[in-house]
């Protein structure tokens, strides 16, 4: 994790703003898929996956494009899916912000920000449970949003290199929205779930989904990967079989071509 988006490492290579492309593949079911990374320099060993319009609306439809297939076992025969359930809550703090995980027999996400220097966006909550129907129609196309006065910040660390109005919202927190309209009134929060999802898909293991089945409670979430690591430690995890095969997209995968940002 990057103070502002999620990159992964192994082998002395970097992929940057993963968390949309996470957040598709999960919310769509998929668990079994190679995405192939292309770049024109062969010596390049940090990327950034292209943000798109700034939300997971065109991975959502390029899945959906894809197709997907059951998984198979050795024997040919449809792999189960595993699915993790928390016996115990879980909960991890930052400063003023936090993120809990309680048992519950479904998924199930309560989210709050709070920008109370920047009026526009100040304090927001949305609760859904976001299976793949409603995220598709009510998560996938929320925006990544920012201030419009961190942006240059951002900018000289060397993330968002593809950043523009066309790919974020941007709030001034004297001005307001800069490129309105808005998709959702409460955009921002939304999108803050869509991250979520994508983040702690990373807690899959081998044919199971990512997201743990509980009621997640975060509030101003910078501890994503924190609550992962609490999992781990602290939480019984039950992995149940659930109905649902393993899913992999069809021969036709997508093919991502990622942009160095170097």
Partial sequence: ESPLCTQLSKD?????????LLSALEASGVDNCRIHVDTDNRNDC??????????????????DEAGLDDALDENGKSSK????FLDGPVCVKRNDSFLAAFPSPKL?????????EVPSIGCQWFSCTPDK????????????????EEVERMREMGLIKGGSMENAIVCSASEGWLNPPLRFDDEPCRHKVLDLIGDLS???KSGSQGVPVAHIVAYKGAT???IVKGINKTATIQATWIV????????ALVILSFYSIL
């Fill in 12 to 20: 002395g290579f970097t992929i940057r703003t993963v968390e949309h």
């Fill in 46 to 63: 940090e990327f950034e996956v292209p943000i798109l319009d700034g939300s997971a609306r065109e991975w959502v439809e390029a899945i």
């Fill in 81 to 84: 899916k595993m699915a993790p």
């Fill in 108 to 116: 199930l996400i309560t989210y709050g920000i709070n920008f109370s």
């Fill in 133 to 148: 129907s409603f995220y598709g129609t009510d998560i996938a196309s929320s925006r990544t949003f920012c201030v419009y």
């Fill in 202 to 204: 990373l807690f899959a």
């Fill in 224 to 226: 994503h990967f924190e």
């Fill in 244 to 251: 649902a095969g393993s899913k992999l997209l069809q021969d």
